[in-house]
């Protein structure tokens, strides 16, 4: 059935169920805080420019670790494989709980995941408030990539990319 709205109060799920429909990668976020390693599971990211080259994630104000990580001068973007669920569900729940996870610290103590098909090293260029989010804009500064199949969320479940149509 066919839903026509105006976003607002009263129509927060009927929205979000709009945009669960664009079918996005998952990402985990990684900086160093005063307190260790963060990790932080983030569908909102995105290319923003090519030279310089720029990407952006949106971190909701009212998470505990938005603070750290809106201010984080250094921070790493990984693209997650379809093999690494679990990363995605770890770092949503829990951002300080990297026991059991492959990973080593890299330039300015930011936490590098191992095994993703795409890492990109940035440093922070600027930040925008963006209505319950901030928008971080970061300067890659470096990018690891290694072919493989990426893990995709779409209308609220996880899947995979299918080459073939």
């Known amino acids: 059935m066919t839903?026509?709205?105006?976003?607002?109060?009263?129509?927060?799920?009927?929205?979000?169920?709009?945009?669960?429909?664009?079918?996005?990668?998952?990402?985990?976020?990684?900086?160093?805080?005063?307190?260790?390693?963060?990790?932080?599971?983030?569908s909102s990211f995105t290319s923003v420019s090519l030279d310089p080259p720029l990407v952006l994630w949106c971190p909701a104000?009212?998470?505990?670790?938005?603070?750290?990580?809106?201010?984080?001068?250094?921070?790493?973007?990984?693209?997650?494989?379809?093999?690494?669920?679990a990363l995605s569900d770890r770092f949503a729940m829990d951002a300080r709980?990297?026991?059991g996870v492959d990973w080593s610290e890299g330039p300015a103590g930011v936490p590098l995941l191992a095994d993703c098909p795409s890492r990109l090293d940035c440093r922070l260029?600027?930040?925008?408030?963006?209505?319950?989010?901030t928008i971080v804009l970061g300067q890659v500064e470096?990018?690891?990539?290694?072919?493989?199949?990426?893990?995709?969320?779409?209308?609220g479940s996880y899947g995979r990319f299918d080459e073939e149509i």
């Not at 105006?6 to 990668?25: E, V």
């Not at 470096?142 to 209308?155: I, K, M, Y």
């Open 61 to 85: 104000v009212t998470s505990p670790r938005h603070d750290a990580f809106a201010a984080a001068e250094h921070f790493s973007i990984h693209v997650l494989g379809v093999h690494q669920r």
């Open 125 to 133: 260029f600027a930040t925008y408030p963006g209505g319950d989010h």
């Open 3 to 42: 839903q026509t709205f105006m976003p607002g109060p009263g129509q927060q799920r009927a929205y979000r169920t709009a945009l669960a429909a664009f079918a996005t990668g998952v990402t985990v976020v990684t900086c160093r805080s005063d307190e260790g390693p963060l990790g932080f599971t983030a």
């Open 142 to 155: 470096r990018v690891v990539h290694t072919p493989g199949a990426p893990l995709v969320f779409a209308l």
């Open 97 to 99: 709980d990297f026991t």
